[in-house]
């Protein structure tokens, strides 16, 4: 091994048995930690490439019994007991202290963040004071949520960022929506799976909601131009300057379907996304061009919106593993968490695999209890 090749394998955290492993699981034997709002869909990928699996979830859904050694959860799945008490600390910062005061004694070959980290990545600080963790680092995930930033690399792209405006106060809202314009949507700057966003569709919504507008906490608060059109996202593998394109996707969003009432909740996922090609060779030069200039590694996900007029607008980057896993693992014989840590090593895939038409849904109880 050249000395160029081992630099490479130490500072991604990548053992050499994973570049050597051809006919075997790719993490066969190996201790894999797993942090997320919805662990369970990485697990799951883990366990079925061989590794032992440490899990910190919020949900605590009964199969991760299936596919982990050990696992904590935020949320007790006990019959009968109310699931959401009132906690003194963000769900993220619990799942990084639950991770910690769980496993303190185990010795992690890799640990992979899921959902929940994208806005708060900062919070992952307290697993790297003893851990590495296998993907982006911190300081790119913060990175790969700076608009501004994006907008710059974007120019010259067939790729639009809607228009917005940061607040952190009642007047500051009401300026910025008259920059941006109506429709627009209100959302937390650190916000993910579609929580917690408001659409404010005309000057009639801000006079009829305008009491409960006053007394939102509006620090950290996004005001974004709305834009309707059809959601998509993509999936995408990289080495920190180069990237390519796995899939994609449609995105199911707020379906009455599902259990949803029109929000802006995030449903799951349907391949394929059926586009002219010259719009599909947009999304994935856009996108491939977008992970090379964050310098992001190991497995990304982009989401979109395509317009009536063809126009595509990106609402926002997750720099890790994303929900549509599972969806690309049940179409096809890949293993995107293996594939995810060969990438982190510097190897992208030679041939990218064709996913017949798939569906993951996610359906949502219709009434609180």
């Known amino acids: ?10 500072s991604n955290c990548i053992g050499s048995s994973l570049l050597k492993m051809k006919g075997k699981k790719a993490l066969n034997r190996k201790n894999v930690g797993v942090i997320g709002f919805n662990a369970r869909p990485i697990a799951c990928s883990c366990a079925k ?11 605590g859904d009964s199969d991760l019994s299936t596919c982990c050694s050990e696992w904590v959860s935020i949320l007790a799945s006990i019959p009968g007991k109310r699931q959401r008490e009132a906690r003194k600390i963000q769900a993220d910062e619990n799942l990084v202290s639950n991770f910690c005061t769980a496993f303190p004694d185990i010795a992690f070959d890799h640990i992979l963040v899921g959902s929940g980290f994208d806005g ?3 919070e992952l600080q307290p697993i790297l004071k003893k851990w590495e963790i296998s993907g982006n680092s911190i300081e790119r995930m913060q990175l790969a949520r700076n608009l501004s930033v994006i907008e710059e690399i974007l120019e010259g792209t067939n790729i639009r960022v809607p228009r917005y405006e940061v607040v952190n106060s009642y007047t500051e809202f009401t300026s910025a929506v008259l920059e941006v314009g109506l429709p627009c949507v209100l959302k937390p700057v650190a916000s993910g799976g579609g929580s917690g966003i408001r659409l404010i569709r005309s000057e009639a919504d801000l006079i009829a909601h ?12 996004l005001v974004q131009e709305y834009v309707a059109g059809f959601d998509s996202s993509v999936s995408l593998m990289s080495t920190g300057d180069r990237a390519v394109t796995l899939s994609i996707n449609g995105q199911l969003i707020g379906m009455p379907s599902t259990g949803r009432n029109c929000d802006f909740v995030y449903c799951g996922n349907y391949i394929p996304f059926k586009t002219p090609h010259h719009m599909s060779k947009s999304i994935r030069e856009g996108s491939e ?27 926002e980057i997750n720099p890790r593993i994303q929900g549509t896993l599972e969806m690309l693992e049940a179409s096809s014989t890949i293993s995107v968490s293996s594939m995810h840590l060969k990438a982190l090593a510097g190897r992208l895939p030679e041939k990218i695999p064709s996913f017949p038409p798939t569906v993951k ?6 009434r609180n209890g």
Do not use: F, P
């Not at 091994?1 to 130490?10: C, F, G, S, V, Y």
């Not at 849904?361 to 219709?366: G, K, S």
């Open 210 to 221: 305008e009491g409960r507008l006053k007394s939102t906490q509006m620090e950290g608060k």
């Open 1 to 10: 091994m050249t000395m160029e090749a081992a630099e490479l394998l130490k």
């Open 49 to 59: 490439a061989g590794a032992e699996v440490y899990v910190s979830d919020y949900w």
């Open 120 to 122: 708060r990545a900062h």
């Open 289 to 315: 061009k977008i992970c090379n200039e964050l310098g992001l590694r190991g497995s990304n996900g982009i989401d979109y919106v395509v317009d009536e007029s063809g126009n595509i607008w990106l609402m």
């Open 361 to 366: 849904m996610i359906v949502y109880a219709q």
